[in-house]
């Protein structure tokens, strides 16, 4: 695959670990329960007496779409407040970002694939970032075309440029794992452009650069709506079921602050809870006001598209056998050289504890 820069990335002080990751520890556990010890912290964090003064909380997502629609129903709804949280919500603009973020200190909570939390782990950092809650199963993402094409094959795309994305992330990841099912090399059958901001993705494929853009929503609706593309085929649904994004914490977080991540995925269990209950067109009322610049009718019809592909999972556990899957697209993509401990990056603990609030 030719890498062809045609922007740069503003760096940051993880990208060269996140994209050059090696396994420091091959063990494997198989406990499916594991947990942090939260024991004998001095935690000064409020319990579940909300009538106390609001826990500040600041939450790095990835991107801000449609596609995590259960986090903004919880939102809009008050789960986290009526949990004695006030969340702040930022946007990193890539996974590499956020875990920026999260490592120095400037988000309490990241919103991204599990993968960036392999990768610091493997480069061996001491406090690395531990995921306790899980939101989506399936890849948000869609592949847009210049033309209609009702009839698509990913053989068409042999002699293509599309625009992908960030070398090690999950979603150009989850790209090249469908490339290969379908029996593309994504070294040599197409270009990949993997140096275009994830923000500007939509942007410079409106501006005539690539064949074909990988998008998520609300940007692959929009790019239809604008006459520049139109949406032929979805990654979720090619891909199968895959751990795409999760909630993480670094583990110093979560060992002095317990409370809070329990009462971070109480609330959003609730929304899982909701969108897996409610109407497109329900939640698409709910979340609106996170997205102004999105008429209600556009706003129902994505939460549509994802919610007819089973996008939200129904608990918020992360499951050893869903990670172990992502270690393994890590290792076909040539981005892990040794599997990570599923007991050292996971923790269900929270999860289960929410669920048997239900």
């Given at each position: 695959m030719k890498k062809k820069f045609i922007s740069v990335i503003l760096a940051s002080a993880l990208t060269v670990g996140l994209l050059s990751a090696c396994g420091s520890d091959s063990s494997k556990d198989k406990d499916a329960n594991s947990k942090i010890d939260t024991t004998e912290t001095g935690s000064n964090t409020t319990k579940s007496d909300t009538s106390s003064a609001p826990v500040s909380v600041t939450l790095n997502e990835v991107a801000h779409s449609i596609f995590y629609a259960p986090m903004y129903v919880a939102i809009e709804?008050?789960?986290?407040?009526?949990?004695?949280?006030?969340?702040?919500?930022?946007?990193?603009?890539?996974a590499d970002k956020v875990m920026t973020a999260l490592i120095s200190g400037d988000a309490d909570i990241g919103?991204?694939?599990?993968?960036?939390?392999?990768?610091?782990?493997?480069?061996?950092?001491?406090?690395?970032?531990?995921?306790?809650?899980?939101?989506?199963?399936?890849?948000?993402?869609?592949?847009?075309?210049?033309?209609?094409?009702?009839?698509?094959?990913?053989?068409?795309?042999?002699?293509k440029t599309v625009i992908g994305g960030r070398a090690g992330g999950m979603p150009q990841m989850l790209f090249e794992y469908i490339l290969k099912k379908n029996n593309i090399n994504p070294e040599t059958d197409l270009e990949i452009l993997q140096n275009v901001d994830f923000g500007s993705t939509s942007a410079a494929f409106t501006s005539g650069i690539g064949d074909y853009t990988v998008e998520f929503e609300p940007s692959a609706t929009l790019l239809e709506q604008q006459g520049e593309g139109h949406v032929i085929a979805s990654l979720g649904v090619e891909s199968g079921y895959v751990?795409?994004?999760?909630?993480?914490?670094?583990?110093?977080?979560?060992?002095?602050?317990?409370?809070?991540?329990?009462?971070?995925?109480?609330?959003?269990?609730?929304?899982?809870?909701?969108?897996?209950?409610?109407?497109?067109?329900?939640?698409?009322?709910?979340?609106a006001p996170q997205f102004k610049e999105t008429d209600i009718a556009t706003i129902t019809a994505i939460v549509e598209r994802y919610k007819s592909q089973d996008t939200w999972k129904t608990s918020t556990v992360f499951t050893e056998d869903s990670f172990n899957l992502l270690q393994d697209i890590l290792t076909q993509a040539g981005e892990l050289k040794s599997p990570v401990p599923y007991s050292s990056l996971v923790t269900t603990e929270f999860s289960e504890k929410a669920l048997n609030k239900q």
């Amino acid at each position: 695959m030719k890498k062809k820069f045609i922007s740069v990335i503003l760096a940051s002080a993880l990208t060269v670990g996140l994209l050059s990751a090696c396994g420091s520890d091959s063990s494997k556990d198989k406990d499916a329960n594991s947990k942090i010890d939260t024991t004998e912290t001095g935690s000064n964090t409020t319990k579940s007496d909300t009538s106390s003064a609001p826990v500040s909380v600041t939450l790095n997502e990835v991107a801000h779409s449609i596609f995590y629609a259960p986090m903004y129903v919880a939102i809009e709804n008050g789960y986290f407040a009526d949990e004695g949280l006030e969340l702040t919500v930022t946007n990193g603009f890539g996974a590499d970002k956020v875990m920026t973020a999260l490592i120095s200190g400037d988000a309490d909570i990241g919103f991204m694939g599990s993968e960036s939390s392999i990768y610091v782990y493997a480069e061996g950092s001491d406090d690395y970032a531990v995921n306790f809650a899980g939101l989506t199963q399936r890849a948000g993402n869609f592949l847009v075309g210049r033309e209609a094409n009702d009839n698509f094959e990913w053989s068409e795309l042999k002699g293509k440029t599309v625009i992908g994305g960030r070398a090690g992330g999950m979603p150009q990841m989850l790209f090249e794992y469908i490339l290969k099912k379908n029996n593309i090399n994504p070294e040599t059958d197409l270009e990949i452009l993997q140096n275009v901001d994830f923000g500007s993705t939509s942007a410079a494929f409106t501006s005539g650069i690539g064949d074909y853009t990988v998008e998520f929503e609300p940007s692959a609706t929009l790019l239809e709506q604008q006459g520049e593309g139109h949406v032929i085929a979805s990654l979720g649904v090619e891909s199968g079921y895959v751990p795409y994004t999760a909630y993480c914490a670094k583990k110093s977080y979560i060992k002095k602050n317990p409370d809070v991540i329990q009462k971070f995925t109480n609330a959003t269990q609730k929304g899982l809870d909701y969108v897996n209950t409610h109407s497109s067109a329900e939640i698409a009322a709910i979340i609106a006001p996170q997205f102004k610049e999105t008429d209600i009718a556009t706003i129902t019809a994505i939460v549509e598209r994802y919610k007819s592909q089973d996008t939200w999972k129904t608990s918020t556990v992360f499951t050893e056998d869903s990670f172990n899957l992502l270690q393994d697209i890590l290792t076909q993509a040539g981005e892990l050289k040794s599997p990570v401990p599923y007991s050292s990056l996971v923790t269900t603990e929270f999860s289960e504890k929410a669920l048997n609030k239900q």
